[in-house]
């Protein structure tokens, strides 16, 4: 599966608009009786340490309503899809969730996705990683492999098609 069928499975998805408005309004629902703003998602947030997202806010702005704002703001892509937040939460919110309905409400909406998001998911769906392997360069200058550093190798899906495949499902099953 390429990122060009991601293209088609947004356009076969506008039949579903229905179901995503539903599925933010149960996260609303959620948020609203659950979330006191503690931060404790923000603070664990791996987009939040390089990037400005804060999955608190996010809830708080469901919270508002103020779901077409997200949905057309370029933030709401930074996620990485960590589950720390929802991991983090004491209240069982899952900003994480929220964040995959935005994503998905947003191509609906027409907005392209980013093309560094694409450029990762076309990355995880043909070797298995967001990214190639990477080499560094030490203080002394000497260029290192995780192999000459001592690490084990990364290990990789066995079987690319069924890993592709439930990548999009996932994605589709958090809507
Ligand atoms: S950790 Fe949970 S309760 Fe705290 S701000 Fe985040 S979503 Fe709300
Ligand atoms: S899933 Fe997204 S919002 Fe949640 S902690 Fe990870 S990067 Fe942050």
Known sequence: MSVTDLTSMAEAQKQDRLEIDQRL?????????RC??????????????????EPHRI???????LISEMTASDLIWTCVSCFKC???????????????????????????VPGNYTAM?????SMGLIQDLQE????AGAVRTRDSL??????????????ATAIMGTAVEKV
Not at 25 to 33: D, G, W
Not at 36 to 53: M, P, W
Not at 86 to 111: D, H, T, Y
Not at 121 to 125: D, K, V
């Open 25 to 33: 309004q149960k996260l609303r629902l959620e948020a609203s009786e």
């Open 36 to 53: 006191y703003q503690c931060g404790k998602c923000t603070s664990g947030c791996e987009a939040h340490k390089l990037l400005e997202l």
């Open 121 to 125: 998911l076309q990355s995880a769906m």
């Open 150 to 163: 001592g690490l084990p190798p990364v290990s990789k899906p066995v079987d690319m098609e069924k890993f």
């Open 59 to 65: 809830v708080a702005l469901l919270k508002g309503g």
């Open 136 to 139: 560094v360069v030490d203080r």
């Open 86 to 112: 929802m991991e983090r939460c004491p209240q069982k919110v899952a900003p994480v969730n929220i964040l995959f309905a935005l994503k998905n409400l947003s191509v609906m909406n027409g907005k392209d």
